[in-house]
């Protein structure tokens, strides 16, 4: 089965840093899209950002360049998230996914997402 699992979630001040990972599993990992993505509370999910396994250069979605940097470990069949300067409002619960494509559009499966809370 694939399986994704992401942690590193918890709470941090505004300004604040984490760092998210997801590590998985069932799949061929050298020839997939990870995206990661997250849902606040009554509004809809958004893409961060997504990484092709294959030349692992992260792309980037508007809702948080500049503030974040995602990566890649083949050898550990994970990627990650670092996050900065966090804000209230990045407040929600964070989710990777796996495009099996490998074009990074349609994700067909996503982990338990980790909860991020910004709160001074």
């Known amino acids: 089965d694939v399986q994704l699992q992401a942690s590193g979630g918890g709470l941090v001040q505004p300004g604040g840093s984490l760092r998210l990972s997801c590590a998985a599993s069932g799949f061929a990992f050298y020839d997939v899209a990870i995206g990661w993505f997250r849902q606040a509370p009554g509004k809809q999910r958004e893409k961060i950002s997504f990484?092709?396994?294959?030349?692992?250069?992260?792309i980037y979605e508007d809702s948080m360049k500049g503030r974040v940097a995602m990566s890649s470990d083949n050898a550990k069949n994970s990627v990650f998230l670092q996050m900065n300067k966090l804000k209230p409002e990045d407040a929600a619960v964070y989710y990777c996914?796996?495009?099996?494509?490998?074009?990074?559009?349609?994700?067909?499966?996503w982990g338990k997402g980790t909860l991020v809370t910004v709160s001074s």
């Open positions: 996914a796996v495009d099996p494509t490998g074009i990074g559009e349609v994700y067909d499966y």
């Open positions: 990484i092709k396994i294959s030349d692992g250069i992260p």
